[in-house]
Each structure stands twice: as structure tokens, then as C-alpha cells.
């Protein structure tokens, strides 16, 4: 961890918050078992991510990419939420103006009882209609593939931000308004790479906000970062609530 003097210098940062953004990332999923996107272990049979996660995987061959979207809500669905998601949650019930923006599709914050979230590359346990848009929630697991719409029976799939699709302009929009209004953004275990959020923390800073980071390691983010502590974030992200 960064010294202890950082550390309490960023709690009472947080301490003194009026309006207070955490953005997440795959880091603090780790803890819980859920293996990071941009660490050794991303192949499924002889897959990558990005080769399936794509619209064009899915018009090609829906059957694949279910499959594989299977095995991971079956992987996932035996994670539970670790210290530093209950620890966000908790704060969102003690901070007035407070948003968690995560990048994490697994639902790991909302399991842990985060409300005023934005889920801004999906759920990977909320399904979409291709045909006629409605989505909702299905936690089965496995599910059945192909999975049809209750409603039109078309196709459902994943409602996930693929590779080469744009986030929900209504997301974005909510994301950037609390970026340009907030004192105080802290960015836990993202590695800072995938836009629009890799561009978070510079919005925020040129806001006036004071900028925290929580990582394992450097990011692009740190130079920009007034406090970045090297930790993880289920050991950090609770001593910063401590009172
Ligand atoms: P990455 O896998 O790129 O980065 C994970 C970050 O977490 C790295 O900087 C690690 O150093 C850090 N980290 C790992 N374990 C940690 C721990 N226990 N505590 C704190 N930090 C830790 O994941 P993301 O930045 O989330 O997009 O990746 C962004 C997006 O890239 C993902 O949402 C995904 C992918 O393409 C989509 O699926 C659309």
C-alpha cells in the first residue's frame, strides 16, 4: 500500500466530500475471484474476448457466443461481492450526492446493494431482444440456448457493450454530468486503457475535482491522480470508510 500518510490523507478527502464519484473496474472484482481482462487467463477453448464479444460473433454464429456467455454466468454465479463492494454500497447510503460508476458486467456491485450505479458496459445478467429491444433481467443458469424473447420470440442476447458498439448515450450523459459536478473522484482497479472511461478521470480533473486512485500497480491514471495507493481494493477501500 502507498504510505500511511496517503492513506490518510485520501480518507479524509473522502471524509470531507460534498459530491463523490468511484469509478470501478475489473480490479475490484479480482478479489472475488473474477479474473481481470487484461491478466494471462483471458482464453476460453481457443477464443478470446475479443473475438466473441463483438456483434459480428453474434450475427455470425449465436450459438458460440451463448455458449460462451454460459460458461461465464456459470463461472460467476459462484462469486459473491467481496469487502470493497459491500464498503461502496455502505457509503453510498452514508454520502448525499454519491454515483459508482463501474465498467464490470458480472453485477457484483448491485448484489451488494449499490443503487446509484451506472452498469455502463451492461450486466451479464440482463438479456436484450435483437428484435424488438426489450430487456430484462435472467439469472438462469445454464440458459437455455438459443434463449427467445417472452414477449416477440426473437433472439435474445447478452446486454453487454460489445467490442465496436457505443455505450448508452443516456449512461453517458448521467456519467458525465456527475464527472463535471463532483469534488471528489476516487478510481478503483482499472487499468485506465478502454475509453470513454479511461477519459473519466481527466473530465473530473478539469472540473476541479481532486482525483484518488486504488491499484495493484501504475496506471495511465496515476500521473493524474492526486493520491494513487498501491493496495487491493478489498483491503484499501474499507479503511477508507473507517470512521
Ligand atoms: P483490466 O483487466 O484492464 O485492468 C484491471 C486493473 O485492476 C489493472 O490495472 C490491475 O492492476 C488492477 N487490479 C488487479 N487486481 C486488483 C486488486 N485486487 N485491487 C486493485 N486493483 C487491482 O480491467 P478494466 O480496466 O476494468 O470492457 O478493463 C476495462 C474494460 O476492458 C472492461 O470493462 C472490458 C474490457 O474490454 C468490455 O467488456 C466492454
Redesign the pocket.
Known amino acids: 500500500m502507498g504510505s500511511s500518510s496517503d492513506l490518510n490523507q485520501l480518507k479524509q478527502r473522502l471524509a470531507s466530500a460534498r459530491s463523490l464519484v468511484v469509478l470501478t473496474?475489473?480490479?475490484?472484482s479480482?478479489?472475488s475471484g473474477v479474473p481481470?481482462?487484461?491478466?494471462a487467463d483471458g482464453l476460453w477453448r481457443t477464443y478470446r474476448a475479443e473475438e466473441l464479444?463483438t456483434p459480428e460473433a453474434f450475427e455470425r454464429d449465436p450459438r458460440l457466443v451463448w455458449e460462451w456467455y454460459n460458461w461465464r454466468r456459470e463461472f460467476l454465479a459462484t462469486k459473491r461481492p467481496n469487502d470493497a463492494h459491500y464498503a461502496l454500497a455502505e457509503w453510498e447510503r452514508r454520502q448525499g450526492r454519491f454515483w459508482l460508476i463501474t465498467?464490470?458486467?458480472d453485477g457484483l456491485h448491485r448484489e451488494a446493494g449499490s443503487r446509484k450505479l451506472s452498469e455502463i458496459?451492461g450486466n451479464i445478467w440482463m438479456v436484450r431482444c435483437t428484435r424488438c429491444g426489450w430487456v430484462e433481467k435472467n439469472r438462469s443458469v445454464p440458459i437455455p440456448i438459443l434463449p427467445s424473447c417472452a414477449r416477440c420470440a426473437g433472439l435474445l442476447r447478452p446486454h453487454?457493450?460489445?467490442?465496436g458498439e457505443a455505450l448508452d448515450p443516456a449512461d453517458l450523459a448521467r456519467c458525465d454530468e456527475v464527472l463535471r459536478t463532483c469534488d471528489t473522484l476516487l478510481i478503483?482497479?482499472?487499468?485506465?486503457?478502454?475509453y470513454p472511461?479511461a477519459g473519466f478521470a481527466a473530465t473530473a480533473k478539469r472540473a476541479g475535482a481532486f482525483v484518488g486512485e486504488?491499484?495493484?500497480?501504475e496506471?495511465p491514471q496515476t500521473a493524474l491522480a492526486d493520491i494513487s495507493l498501491r493496495?487491493?481494493?478489498?483491503d484499501v477501500v474499507p479503511l477508507l470508510l473507517e470512521r
Open positions: 473496474g475489473a480490479g475490484i479480482a478479489d481481470t481482462f487484461r491478466g464479444a465498467q464490470n458486467v458496459h453487454i457493450v460489445w467490442f478503483i482497479g482499472t487499468s485506465g486503457v478502454v472511461a486504488i491499484n495493484l500497480d496506471t493496495g487491493r481494493a478489498k
